[in-house]
């Protein structure tokens, strides 16, 4: 299956790509490293990027998001998955992977 990857898809930050690293080996469950509030607030980045992949469909479906209490609002200390990458995301990590480098049947195209 052909996957067109758009410069606004490769333009992913680092970040983003290492969350799709984890959720191609399998990672389906995402909390903030520690019990600590700055860590909770720095989640939230996080959970904004995995909202991302799945609205631009490099990942199948968030399927819980586990809400608690923070300091004047409410914030998100889980997040789950359900199934892995899209064919989309697999291109995606394979364009940056290189593999597509003298590729006789490139796995997508870039459109603009």
Do not use: C, W, Y
Request: net charge positive; proline share 3%; charged share 25%.
């Amino acid at each position: 299956m052909k996957v067109n990857l758009t410069l606004k898809d490769l333009s992913l930050g680092q970040q983003t790509i290492q969350l799709l690293r984890e959720v191609e080996s399998g990672k389906r469950i995402f909390e903030p490293t520690a019990n600590l509030p700055d860590a909770l607030e720095g989640f939230q980045e996080q959970v904004k990027m995995l909202r991302t992949l799945e609205t631009r469909r490099f990942i199948l479906e968030i399927n819980g998001l586990n809400m608690v209490r923070g300091v004047g609002r409410s914030v998100i200390d889980k997040v789950r998955l359900r199934g892995g990458l899209t064919e989309k995301g697999r291109a995606l990590l394979a364009h940056h992977d290189g593999s597509q480098v003298g590729s006789s049947s490139p796995i997508g195209e870039i459109s603009e």
